[in-house]
């Protein structure tokens, strides 16, 4: 087991960790963050997407370890306080999930995609294929696209 530091939504944490252990596995297991969902734990759904220092990053390919000195952002802390990130609301204004198991990874995803001066202005096809590591089982798409799109413009 190894000590290890991560800085989660802000807060700084002290684990006694197998190295192996994934960041995913951490935030659910040890931190009892379940917000990051577990899809296909092979870094194939997107539903484990967290933010390190502001990037998109799958936590089920992430070992704990290496997130260490980097800000890591889940689902539980993108909303300040009780005011929601615009991805958020934007989600919610569009129906923009059904059974709601993928929306975590996908407003983590598509609120990075606004970070990048490239994709912040991207057309539908531009975000769909920025999107495509996102994987929705129930066929949420369109209202995804939509989602994003209203948070483009906000
Ligand atoms: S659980 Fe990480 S990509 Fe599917
Ligand atoms: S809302 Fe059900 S998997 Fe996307």
Redesign the pocket.
């Known amino acids: 087991m190894l000590p290890i530091e991560l800085n989660i939504n802000g807060h700084r944490h002290h684990l006694q960790l197998d190295p192996r252990t994934a960041l995913?596995d951490a935030l659910r297991e040890n931190l009892h963050l379940t917000g990051t969902?577990?899809?296909?734990?092979?870094?194939?759904?997107?539903?484990?997407t967290v933010h390190l220092d502001g990037q998109s990053a799958?936590?089920?390919?992430t070992l704990a370890v290496m997130a260490q000195g980097k800000a890591i952002t889940t689902i539980e802390g993108l909303a300040k306080g009780d005011v929601l990130h615009p991805m958020q609301a934007a989600f919610i204004k569009h129906d923009a999930f059904q059974c709601g198991y993928c929306t975590p990874g996908q407003i983590m995803a598509a609120a990075a995609l606004l970070q990048d001066k490239h994709a912040r202005h991207g057309s539908a096809v531009e975000i769909r294929e920025a999107m495509s590591g996102n994987l929705c089982r129930c066929a949420a798409y369109p209202n995804i696209i939509a989602a994003i799109q209203e948070a483009q413009r906000a």
């Open positions: 995913l969902k577990k899809g296909c734990d092979h870094g194939q759904c997107g539903a484990c799958l936590a089920c390919l």
